[in-house]
C-alpha cells in the first residue's frame, strides 16, 4: 500500500533563510514522487518530479529534493527563501499505474516572513 | 496559464440543486481527472477518464458523475447537493492515461459553495 505523510502542517521561515519540507513515503513499489505547489486561489503547479533516475532533483525556482530510499525520505529543500514562495506545498506519490494510485500528502502552508 | 481552462471559476446553490462543472484541457492531453479539495477531506480524487472512456474511479459519490466528449472536454454532474458538497473542484490532464508517470496540469479550480 502507498501513503505519504508531509510532517509539518505549517512552516515559517524568514526570507533569505533556507527552506526544508518534509515528506516520507510507503510504497510496495519503487514509487514515483512529485512536489506540487499551490499558490492562493491557483491550481496546482508541478515544482518536480522523481522517477528513479539521479537521486537529486532539481526543479523549478530553485527548489529542490532528495530521494533517499533508506529513509523513505524525499523532502523539498530550497537555500534562499522568497517572499514569492508563500503558498502550499504537495508531496505526491504513485505507483506509476493508474490515477487512483496517485497519493497526495495533506499539505505544508510556508510562510515567508519579511 | 496553465493551459487547463475550469468553468465556472465560483458557483453558490443551494442544498437539493444540481451543478455542472466543466473542462477544457490542455491541448494535445488526453486524460481528464477530477479532484475534491476541501479542508477536512485534502486533496481526494475522483475521476479519471481518457480519451472518452473512464479509466478509474477513485472517492466519487454516487451522486457524482462525469464524462469525457469527443472534443475531449469533460464535464463533472454534482447532484442532491448537500452542505458538505462545498469544495474547491480540480480538474486536471495529461498526454497519456498513466497518472503516475506523467506530469498533470492542474487548471485553477472550481469553488463550489452549497448553502
Avoid at chain 1, 525520505?73 to 493508474?98: I, N, Q, R
Amino acid at each position: 500500500a502507498q501513503s505519504v505523510t508531509q510532517l509539518d502542517s505549517h512552516v515559517s521561515v524568514s526570507e533569505g533563510t533556507p527552506v526544508l519540507l518534509r515528506c516520507n513515503y510507503s510504497s510496495s513499489y519503487s514509487p514515483s514522487l512529485f512536489w506540487y505547489v499551490q499558490h492562493p486561489n491557483k491550481g496546482l503547479q508541478l515544482l518536480l518530479k522523481y522517477t528513479s533516475a539521479a537521486t537529486l532533483v532539481k526543479g523549478i525556482n530553485g527548489f529542490e529534493a532528495e530521494f533517499k530510499k533508506s529513509e523513505t525520505s524525499f523532502h523539498l529543500t530550497k537555500p534562499s527563501a522568497h517572499m514569492s514562495d508563500a503558498a502550499e506545498y504537495f508531496c505526491v506519490v504513485s505507483d506509476g499505474s493508474g490515477a487512483n494510485n496517485l497519493f497526495f500528502g495533506t499539505g505544508t502552508r510556508l510562510t515567508v516572513i519579511p | 496559464d496553465s493551459g487547463v481552462t475550469q468553468t465556472p471559476k465560483h458557483l453558490i446553490t443551494a442544498t437539493g440543486q444540481r451543478v455542472t462543472l466543466r473542462c477544457s484541457p490542455r491541448s494535445g492531453d488526453l486524460s481528464v481527472y477530477w479532484y475534491q479539495q476541501s479542508l477536512d477531506q485534502g486533496l481526494q480524487f475522483l475521476i479519471q477518464y481518457y480519451n472518452g472512456e473512464e479509466r478509474a474511479k477513485g472517492n466519487i459519490l454516487e451522486r457524482f458523475s462525469a464524462q469525457q466528449f469527443p472534443d475531449l472536454h469533460s464535464e463533472l454532474n454534482l447532484s442532491s447537493l448537500e452542505l458538505g458538497d462545498s469544495a474547491l473542484y480540480f480538474c486536471a490532464s495529461s498526454v497519456t492515461g498513466f497518472a503516475g508517470a506523467n506530469v498533470l496540469t492542474f487548471g485553477a479550480g472550481s469553488r463550489l459553495t452549497v448553502l
